[in-house]
Every structure is written in structure tokens, then in C-alpha cells.
């Protein structure tokens, strides 16, 4: 049903559809597919070992195993019907913010933290919530709270900072050479660790993590962590249903970006898509605002 409205609505738009227009359609349904049934096959690599959680459903192989396909199918479909609709010379751009990896480790960043000394529990305990209390922030450098971030217990910006803010970069950097050393046997968790001031500018820059953690493929940070829990394990299989991830390393994780014109260069960015369309309307590019017309000379 969602699959013929989502037709329906594309079908619509492209009756009122006129030179000089701007029609825009996002579709949902090939992410919640990849968070979801990832787990019941590789699409990517039918031959990559089953994932975690499949067993648990091994029922549903045979019923949706082969769905993540089939909806990409119905998707190029949709787009050979736009192609054949509008008029020639129209510029159609099908694009991504991110791809998609198999989430098959599951990663406690708070209990990472607990285990090198960067974070304190009170009272020795080795489990607890950030936010109930149970942390000794008198002793606690650093912390996780939300996905993939890390922040500096710094003082003067934190209720309980201890961290002198010129102390702030030698930590991060220290923090960050541990966690891309990290190996899980053989295997890299972290692939970059990325400072905030590196990656972040503008008004509310201050606001943004510290450090954005980029796991490697096959590995995310767990729901516990992001929500401020340091649980017992440190790393652990993913065996929930939530199977497929983005959250890691952006070069493990690439977009797309296709378009109806030839493209004239490589190494695009996700800014570059909306300066791109700014640029196809004559709207010049707000101040501030990244990116590059990717048409342009």
C-alpha cells in the first residue's frame, strides 16, 4: 500500500509538473528496509557471513530475504517513469546523504570510557546512567551522550566540568589515537575520530560534540550508550532487529549522486547537492551556507 501511494503521489506531481518547476519526492522505504532486514541477507554480499540477529528470525529468510532488492527494483521503476515523463532537457537529480553497512557489533562507548579511566562510576560500580546520577563527575574526563558523540568534561562549560579548556585538545587527541588503535580481534571498530571544531562552524558550533566517533563497518554504537547508559559490556553482537546502519565512518557509508546531465567532476558533497539546485534557479548562495555547483566551469 505505501508503495502504490507513494506512486500514486509521484503520478500526481508529475501531471501539475511545468518547465521551470521544482518537484521533490523523498522515499523513505529503502532505509527502513536496510535498518530492518539487513539481517536476513546481505545485499551487498550474499556471501558475507549471516548477521547476528538472523537466526532468531531465520522464519522470515524465505519471506523477505530478498526485499531490500526488490524495493531498489520498484524505485529505478519509478525513476524510468519520471525519465519518460518530463519534458527533454529537464534536469532530474536522484541523490543519497548515505549508504548502508551491515550493524553487526554493537559498541558501549560510555563502558569504552569507563574501562580506560576516562569515565568513573561511583562507588566503584561498574553500571549506571549519566543521567541518574550515578556518574562521579569530580573524576570523569569525558563522556557519551547521543549518537556517535563524545564530549569533553570541561570546566566552565559543564555543571561539573574538571578538565582545564587547555587541557581539552591534548585529551581529545588522546582519546581519539586509543580508539582508532581499537581492534575487536582483528578487526577495526573505530575507523576515524573526528573533532567537532574540525567538522562543525557557525553560530551554534559550540553545541556540537566534542568528537563525532566514525565506526568502521559492521559496527555502531549501541541504543544504551547513546541514551547515557555505561553497561557492563563493552562491545557485544547486535542481536536486534535494527540491523542495518549509517552511523559510521562517512567513508564506509558513501551517498549517491546521479543525475540526467553528464557530471563533469568527482569528489562531491553533500552541500554540493542543494548549491547545485540554488545554482539551476539563479537563487545565489546564502551567506554561510557550503557547497559548489557541481555543473559549474
Known amino acids: 500500500l505505501v508503495q502504490q501511494d507513494t506512486a500514486a503521489m509521484l503520478d500526481l506531481a ?3 509538473f511545468a518547465p521551470g518547476d521544482l518537484t521533490f519526492m523523498y522515499l523513505s522505504d529503502i532505509d527502513l528496509q536496510c535498518h530492518m532486514l539487513w539481517r536476513l541477507g546481505d545485499p551487498k554480499d550474499p556471501s558475507a557471513p549471516p548477521h547476528p540477529a538472523r537466526a532468531a528470525d531465520a522464519h522470515a529468510v524465505a519471506a523477505h530475504g530478498e526485499d531490500i532488492e526488490g524495493y531498489y527494483r520498484h524505485v529505478d521503476q519509478l525513476l524510468g517513469g519520471v525519465l519518460g515523463r518530463v519534458p527533454e532537457g529537464t534536469l532530474v537529480v536522484v541523490m543519497s546523504d548515505h549508504g548502508f553497512q551491515p550493524y553487526t557489533r554493537k559498541v558501549n562507548l560510555n563502558a569504552w570510557l569507563r574501562d ?3 569515565l568513573v562510576l561511583k562507588d566503584g560500580k561498574p553500571t549506571g546512567r549519566i543521567t541518574t546520577g ?6 570523569t574526563r569525558a563522556y557519551g551522550l547521543g549518537f556517535n558523540a563524545l564530549y569533553v568534561n570541561e570546566r566552565g562549560r559543564e555543571a561539573e566540568g574538571i578538565v582545564d ?3 581539552s585538545a591534548a585529551l581529545l587527541a588522546e582519546i581519539g589515537a586509543k580508539l582508532e588503535a581499537w581492534r ?3 578487526a577495526r571498530v573505530v575507523r576515524r575520530a573526528f573533532l567537532g571544531e574540525k567538522i562543525y562552524s557557525g553560530p551554534r558550533a559550540a553545541e556540537a560534540p566534542d568528537m563525532v566517533v566514525g565506526y568502521d563497518a559492521g559496527y555502531g554504537c549501541s541504543d544504551e550508550s547513546t541514551l547515557g547508559e ?6 557485544e553482537d547486535n542481536l536486534s532487529r535494527w540491523s542495518g546502519n549509517h552511523l559510521m565512518d562517512p567513508e564506509v557509508v558513501p551517498g549517491v549522486l546521479l543525475t540526467s546531465r553528464k557530471l563533469p567532476r568527482t569528489g562531491y558533497a553533500l552541500p554540493d547537492v542543494t548549491a547545485t539546485l540554488l545554482a539551476h534557479y539563479g537563487v545565489p548562495l546564502p551567506q554561510g551556507m557550503e557547497g559548489k555547483d557541481v555543473f559549474a566551469p
Open 14 to 16: 508529475l501531471t501539475r
Open 116 to 118: 580506560h579511566g576516562y
Open 134 to 139: 550515578d556518574v562521579d563527575w569530580s573524576k
Open 165 to 167: 579548556p587547555a587541557q
Open 184 to 186: 575487536d580481534g582483528d
Open 230 to 235: 555505561i553497561s557492563a559490556a563493552v562491545i
